[in-house]
């Protein structure tokens, strides 16, 4: 059958948690081995990461450590959540292979595109973020300031401002798949989620407000194209609804 239910015969309890235990270790396993691959390019990694920031500065000026260990810890940090990133199709496949034989087959046909597109959408939330965003609020950061003022960012204020931004701008681009989950399960209809779209579309302002800093343009940056991911969503929420 096609359409055939979940295995029948269900496994103890233990027999799941250490299932789990292995795949969790596997997640780690995989994590530090791309993270040990990476380090040694840490500080290339962290030149290309702040790239955005310094064409903005002055030609004096350099970006600057104000802590003692900042200059090891900095790239160290952010080698980490790289490894992470990249890790992150490994992890979803290892959680995917922990509750697929839990699902019906039609669920499963639904989930790998999702699964797939999640992780794509996360990719280009961060790409979108570092192209398009980050050489737009630099250089307005570094342009209005007062004259007398030189801008030297400490590297580790600057990491922890673009890792914001990029978890920001990867879970933004996720809403076309939250938006068709909803569909497809049922929780609400496109009309009847289309009729939501003024309340939305403020939520989308809102939470630009509270995910980037306080300022207009990187917010209006995150919150436009949040709504036009929601009308993506319900775009293909509706061909999916309609072939449903």
């Not at 920031?53 to 600057?64: A, C, D, V």
């Not at 003022?149 to 401002?161: G, H």
């Not at 939305?200 to 207009?216: Q, R």
């Not at 995150?222 to 999916?240: H, N």
Request: aromatic content about 16%.
């Amino acid at each position: 059958m096609s359409d055939s239910a979940p295995d029948d015969q269900e496994m103890p309890l233990v027999h799941h948690l250490v299932e789990l235990r292995d795949r969790l270790l596997r997640v780690v396993l995989f994590v530090l081995v791309v993270f040990c691959g990476l380090f040694y390019f840490a500080n290339e990694i962290y030149t290309f990461v702040s790239a955005p920031l310094q064409k903005f500065l002055p030609e004096n000026s350099t970006m600057i450590a104000t802590e003692v260990a900042s200059p090891f810890l900095t790239p160290f940090k952010l080698t980490f959540f790289l490894a992470l990133f990249l890790a992150m199709p490994f992890v979803l496949f290892q959680v995917w292979s922990f509750i697929s034989p839990a699902l019906y087959q039609r669920e499963k046909r639904l989930a790998i595109p999702l699964l797939i597109s999640s992780v794509l959408l996360f990719y280009a939330g961060m790409a979108f973020a570092y192209f398009v965003v980050f050489p737009i609020i630099f250089g307005f950061f570094t342009s209005v300031g007062p004259t007398e003022v030189t801008v030297m960012t400490d590297i580790s204020s600057y990491l922890d401002f673009v890792l914001k931004l990029f978890f920001a701008f990867g879970l933004a681009f996720e809403i076309p798949i939250a938006a068709i989950i909803l569909i497809v399960a049922g929780v609400i209809s496109p009309d009847g989620l289309a009729k939501k779209r003024p309340y939305i579309i403020v939520g989308c302002f809102v939470l630009g407000m509270l995910l980037t800093p306080p300022d207009v343009i990187s917010q209006s940056l995150l919150a436009l194209p949040m709504w036009m991911l929601f009308e993506v969503g319900l775009f293909f929420g509706r061909l999916l609804s309609r072939t449903r």
